[in-house]
């Protein structure tokens, strides 16, 4: 067996607050892997140097997190074509020889997260009402579409984003007013939150849900805390609720597979790892 000791990590400024590092290191001790995961403070006017030292330092990659998402991904050798339209990267794999590929799991990560809660989920099951439309929310629309989604309503208190992403993306997505997002409920079959209302620290979001069908799927990108006062509300009448967690560990999934060449699992153990540094 080839027991080469592989190094990733996380680069991000600030990064301390990153559960990246104890999802990856779990990983590695379950799969009984030699290697180890990082945490890369770096300052933005540093991202070049960092970036560029990552092969000559011999890692086999990282994650990228704000705010170098962006930055980080004009300075790839070659961008997954879906990352590219997402704009922004937040993985990258080093190749043999040497080049850098950047990817985006955010997306993947999302819509597993739905799966693994829903098996039999669908992207065209009814109408997709998606609030916010920040980093999160571009990626999980473009992933929305791309499984299929026939019509995506996006609403975002600052309205001229959500036209922009609107116009980009096509005629499956409408954009409409902060004003307009509880009527924006009647007949969904998903309702996502992707705003930062209600994360730890933040007012929850201010949301009437009369409208959405007890049917509906009820998803927030928040996992601190685990259950949103939306996914509370939702889960008091009657709705399923899919929080951010999900999110969080399945998008780690394709990239741990890139550097140490396992497609590592879910467990409950490694959700009680994530919870218990909450
Ligand atoms: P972002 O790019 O900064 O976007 C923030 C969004 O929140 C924007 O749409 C912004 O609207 C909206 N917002 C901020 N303050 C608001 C307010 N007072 N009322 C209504 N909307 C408000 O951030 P992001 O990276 O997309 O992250 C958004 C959320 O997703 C965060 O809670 C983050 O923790 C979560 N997230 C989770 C995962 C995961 O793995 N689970 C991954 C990524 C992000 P404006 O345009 O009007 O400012």
Redesign the pocket.
Not at 132 to 137: H, L, M, P, S, T
């Given at each position: 067996m080839d027991n080469k000791f592989v190094m990733a990590g996380v680069m991000g400024w600030p990064v301390t607050h990153s559960r990246s590092p104890v999802i990856h290191n779990h990983w590695i001790r379950q799969y009984g892997l030699n290697g180890t995961y990082g945490l890369f403070p770096v300052e933005p006017q540093n991202i070049d140097d960092a970036i560029r030292g990552l092969k000559a330092l011999g890692l086999a990659g990282c994650n990228i997190t704000i705010p170098h998402k962006v930055e980080a991904m004009k300075r790839m050798d070659w961008v997954d074509p879906l990352a590219q339209r997402m704009g922004a990267i937040n993985t990258i794999v080093v190749q043999a020889d040497g080049a850098l590929h950047g990817y985006n799991n955010?997306g993947f990560?999302f819509i597993q997260s739905l799966r693994d809660d829903k098996p039999d989920w669908r992207a065209d099951a009814g109408p997709i009402t998606v609030l916010?439309?920040?980093?999160?929310?571009r990626a999980i629309v473009l992933s929305l579409i791309d499984e299929g989604a026939s019509e995506i309503r996006l609403i975002?208190?600052?309205r001229v984003?959500a036209d922009a992403l609107a116009q980009e993306f096509g005629q499956v997505v409408t954009a409409y007013d902060w004003s307009e997002r509880h009527d924006a409920l009647a007949g969904c079959a998903l309702l996502i939150n992707?705003?930062?209302?209600g994360?730890h620290g933040q007012p929850d979001l201010d949301l009437q849900l009369d409208q959405l069908p007890t049917s509906a799927l009820v998803a927030d990108?928040?996992?601190i805390p685990l259950e949103t006062a939306l996914l509370a509300q939702a889960r008091q009448r009657g709705n399923t609720g899919v929080n951010?967690l999900g999110?969080?560990l399945n998008?780690a999934r394709p990239a741990f597979k890139a550097w140490f060449g396992v497609m590592p699992e879910i467990t409950p153990e490694l959700r009680q790892a994530i919870i218990a540094t909450f």
């Open positions: 955010d990560g916010g439309a920040g980093g999160a929310a975002n208190r600052t984003k992707t705003t930062n209302q994360m990108a928040i996992y951010g999110m969080l998008q």
